[in-house]
C-alpha cells in the first residue's frame, strides 16, 4: 500500500544525498557497450573478408566455367597482356590459340604454360605465327585455325604497334604501317572468323584497345587514329551482330604498364599539364588488364575503360569542355618544345 494510503509521513531526500546515491552507482552500462564493440569489431573485419574470399572463389569458378572448352583466339600473346590472358585463360580450361610474330618467344610461352598446368584440366594450346602488320596471311591464318578447331568461340584482338614522334617527322610509310597492324590487321581477322560466329548464333570478339581511341594525345598521332578507327570499327560492328547474339566488347585501359619498368619520380615540376601526364602515362599492370579481360568475357560486357580518375576526367572534360581540354594540352606542347629532353 501506498504510504500516504497508510497515513506514512513522506520523508524528503535532499538534493545532496540524491546526488551522491547517483555518484555511488556504478557506471556499468556504458563500459559494457565498449568491451561489446571492441570484440564485434574483429567478428565483423573477419566476416567481412570470410564474404569477399567467397565472392572470389565464386568468380574465379564462374569465370572458369565460361570459358571451359571454349576455343579463344590470342593475338600478340607474347606481348605481357598476352601472356597474361593466356595463363588466365589457359587455367579457365580453354583450348588456346596463341598467335605471335615470333615463333621462339611463342614456345618459350608455351613452355611455361605447360609446366604449370594439370593436364586433366587443361588443354594443349596451339601455336600460329602471325603478324598482323602483313595483313595478306591473315586469312590463311584464319583458315588454319577453323580447319583445326572447326570453329572459334572468343576472339581477342590484342595486337598493338606503337609510334611516338612529331607527325612532321613519321614518314606516311611508317603511319600506314601503324594503321595495318592496330586496324587492318584485327578487322581483317575479325571479318574472317565472324561468319562462323554468326552461323552459329554465338561468340564473342574482344577488342583491347587504348585511352587513345576516346583522345588524342600529341606526339602519338598514328598510334592515336589507328586507334580511333579500331574503336569505332567495332562499336559500329556491335550494334551490326547483336541479333546474332555474337558479343563485341571493348576493353579500354589507359596504358599497359611494363613488367621490368615501373614510374619513377623523374625530374616533375609543378604544372597542369605534367601532374595531368603523369596520371594519364602511368598504366595499369598486365595482370589487372587480364583478369578484366575475362571478367568482360564472362559478363558479355560491352565496353570496359580501365583508368584512375584523372583520365577519366579528361575524357569528360574532352566532351563536354573541348576548349579547356586543347588549352591544357597545347600548354603542354609548349612546355615539352621549350624543355630539352635528356639524352
Known amino acids: 500500500m501506498h504510504p500516504v494510503a497508510r497515513g506514512l509521513p513522506l520523508r524528503r531526500v535532499s538534493s545532496s544525498e540524491s546526488l551522491c546515491k547517483a555518484e555511488s552507482f556504478p557506471l556499468r552500462f556504458p563500459q559494457k557497450m565498449g568491451v561489446t564493440a571492441m570484440l564485434m569489431l574483429p567478428l565483423l573485419l573477419l566476416g567481412i573478408s570470410g564474404l569477399l574470399f567467397i565472392y572470389q572463389e565464386v568468380s574465379r569458378l ?114 600506314k604501317k601503324i594503321m595495318d597492324a592496330n586496324y587492318f590487321g584485327p578487322i581483317t581477322l575479325t571479318k574472317a572468323l565472324l561468319p562462323d560466329m554468326i552461323s552459329r548464333r554465338t561468340g564473342q570478339i574482344v577488342l583491347v584497345n587504348n585511352i587513345q581511341g576516346k583522345l588524342g594525345i600529341p606526339f602519338r598521332t598514328a598510334y592515336a587514329a589507328s586507334k580511333h578507327a579500331a574503336l569505332g570499327f567495332f562499336d559500329c560492328l556491335r550494334a551490326e551482330v547483336e541479333e546474332y547474339n555474337v558479343v563485341v566488347s571493348t576493353v579500354s585501359p589507359t596504358f599497359i604498364r611494363s613488367y621490368r619498368i615501373d614510374p619513377g619520380q623523374g625530374n616533375w615540376e609543378a604544372s597542369l599539364w605534367k601532374f595531368f601526364f603523369r596520371k594519364l602515362t602511368y598504366g595499369v599492370h598486365p595482370v589487372d588488364v587480364a583478369e578484366e579481360v575475362m571478367r568482360t568475357v564472362r559478363r558479355k560486357k560491352q565496353e570496359v575503360f580501365m583508368a584512375n580518375p584523372i583520365p577519366k576526367a579528361a575524357v569528360y572534360i574532352r566532351t563536354f569542355f573541348p576548349e579547356f581540354f586543347f588549352a591544357v594540352v597545347a600548354c603542354g606542347v609548349k612546355e615539352k618544345l621549350n624543355v630539352p629532353e635528356e639524352g
Not at 66 to 84: C, F, P, R, W
Not at 107 to 125: G, N, R
Not at 144 to 165: F, H, R, T
Open 62 to 175: 564462374w569465370s572458369k566455367s565460361a570459358v571451359q572448352n571454349k576455343v579463344v583466339v590470342i593475338t600478340d600473346a607474347i606481348s605481357g597482356l598476352g601472356k597474361e590472358c593466356a595463363r588466365v585463360f589457359h587455367a579457365g580450361g580453354a583450348r588456346l590459340v596463341l598467335c605471335g610474330k615470333n615463333w621462339e618467344r611463342l614456345e618459350i610461352l608455351y613452355d611455361a604454360l605447360i609446366s604449370v598446368a594439370d593436364p586433366s584440366k587443361t588443354f594443349t594450346p596451339k601455336l600460329v605465327l602471325l603478324d598482323l602488320a602483313d595483313i595478306s596471311c591473315v586469312p590463311d591464318v584464319a583458315k588454319e585455325v577453323l580447319d583445326c578447331y572447326g570453329c572459334v568461340d572468343i576472339l581477342i584482338n590484342n595486337a598493338s604497334m606503337k609510334i611516338k614522334g612529331p607527325a612532321h617527322k613519321i614518314s606516311l610509310e611508317l603511319d
